[in-house]
């Protein structure tokens, strides 16, 4: 039997924030709109921690955090790995860096870049941290249901990689 879910994994140098953020964001919608539809997350230089406003922005949203981890996007890279159908860039470092090669279902993902501002780096202490996470988890988790508002699974690969571009305009 073929594998129908749509698997999406979200990238970030560190897999520690907007990464997280996205995942969270994207199963959230998923879930709630019955989409068939796995967002994961990982990073190509791990930190190997989770930023604690990134979870307390999710759990605030009321989002279960439980399970999350920073992992290395390597673990994508194997044969045994989901079946990747698309590959979101959400930091412009990670952007520029030259992706492994992922295993798609039918060849490789289509991949695109929906850049935020770090939002570890905001000012204001705690509370101005807060803000940038909340603010960055609304932001992402808009562009993941306008995606989830395309028939993923009927589109070609031209026809979604421009539909995707065309989110990250919004």
Not at 34 to 47: C, E, F, I, R
Not at 80 to 99: K, N
Request: hydrophobic letters at 40%; glycine letters at 10%; proline letters at 5%.
């Amino acid at each position: 039997m073929l594998e129908k879910t749509v698997h999406v994994l979200i990238l970030c140098t560190h897999n520690s924030a907007r990464s997280v953020l996205g995942e969270g964001m994207l199963n959230h919608w998923a879930k709630r709109l019955g989409k068939d539809v796995q967002a994961h997350s990982a990073g190509s230089a791990p930190s190997g921690r989770i930023n604690p406003f990134a979870v307390e922005a999710l759990q605030n949203a009321g989002i279960d955090t439980s399970g999350y981890r920073s992992k290395s996007w390597d673990e994508f890279t194997t044969p045994e790995a989901a079946p990747l159908s698309i590959v979101i860039t959400v930091c412009d470092s990670a952007a520029a860096e030259q992706c492994p090669v992922f295993f798609g279902g039918t060849g490789q993902p289509v991949k695109v870049h929906w850049g935020y501002p770090d939002p570890s780096s905001a000012e204001g202490g705690d509370e101005g941290k807060r803000r940038a996470f909340e603010l960055t988890r609304q932001a992402i988790g808009y562009r993941m249901l306008q995606m989830l508002m395309l028939p993923l699974e009927s589109m070609s690969r031209a026809e979604l990689q421009q539909a995707l571009v065309g989110i990250s305009k919004d």
